[in-house]
């Protein structure tokens, strides 16, 4: 059995991402717009297969995934720590 990937959570900067098209995403990412910006998450199950099928090129990092949300247009992103940026959605 392979290992699978883990959940990142990350945060971009709403205003900068001029280039970045919010109806695009992909089904291995999950989006929140709120007043922290563009909230984004990966979705492991998802990923694991797209990256089988050879659909979704980056590697299992944070480093590879902030990279890859960069080139979708997003700017000013940055890795936060999952139990708050799941915190937060308990108050929203």
């Given at each position: 059995?392979?290992?699978t990937?883990?959940?990142?959570?990350?945060?971009a900067?709403?205003?900068?991402?001029?280039q970045f098209d919010a109806h695009q995403v992909?089904?291995?990412l999950s989006l929140?717009?709120?007043?922290?910006g563009y909230c984004i998450s990966t979705v492991p199950w998802v990923a694991d297969v797209a990256r089988v099928l050879g659909v979704l090129p980056v590697d299992d990092t944070p480093e590879a995934w902030m990279n890859y949300l960069e080139e979708l247009g997003l700017e000013?992103?940055?890795?936060?720590?999952?139990e708050d940026f799941y915190e937060d959605r308990l108050y929203s």
């Open positions: 059995m392979s290992k990937g883990k959940i990142y959570c990350f945060q900067d709403y205003r900068a991402s001029t992909p089904d291995w929140e717009v709120h007043w922290k000013g992103v940055t890795q936060v720590c999952c």
